[in-house]
């Protein structure tokens, strides 16, 4: 069983940075975050490997988000920079167990069973 625990989010105007954070408690592999806007379908943001902690990130936050993983905490982190009005949303964690790599494809077409509670990232213009 995995247990995730999200915090950092918040109101920042545009052109600013948050940094959103996910501890974890159980055993994790891959790791990644998505979001979900008011009216929209939730959607990729990022994933981290736990195989050499290779990353991947959605076009539209590529150049301005860095997913990163502290392994001795079993925390992963989005550190968001420029961030903008339409990055407005509520961020979810996900974690899949599963000791095998996975495409980004595959993962944002089934992220892991394991989801964090949301925190809400609000850009203002």
């Known amino acids: 069983q995995v247990q995730l625990v999200e915090s950092g989010g918040g109101l920042v105007q545009a052109g600013g940075s948050l940094r959103l954070s996910c501890a974890a408690s159980g055993r994790t592999y891959t790791m990644g975050w998505f979001r979900q806007a008011p009216g929209k379908e939730r959607e990729f943001v990022a994933l981290?490997?736990?195989?050499?902690?290779?990353?991947d990130y959605a076009d539209s936050v590529k150049g301005r988000f860095t997913i990163s993983k502290d392994y001795a905490k079993n925390t992963v982190y989005l550190q968001m920079n420029s961030l903008k009005p339409e990055d407005t949303a509520v961020y979810y964690c996900n974690a899949d167990p599963s000791m095998r790599w996975r495409t980004t494809y595959s993962y944002t077409q089934s992220p892991g069973d394991y989801w964090g509670q949301g925190t809400q990232v609000t850009v203002s213009s």
């Open positions: 981290i490997r736990g195989s050499g902690g290779s990353t």
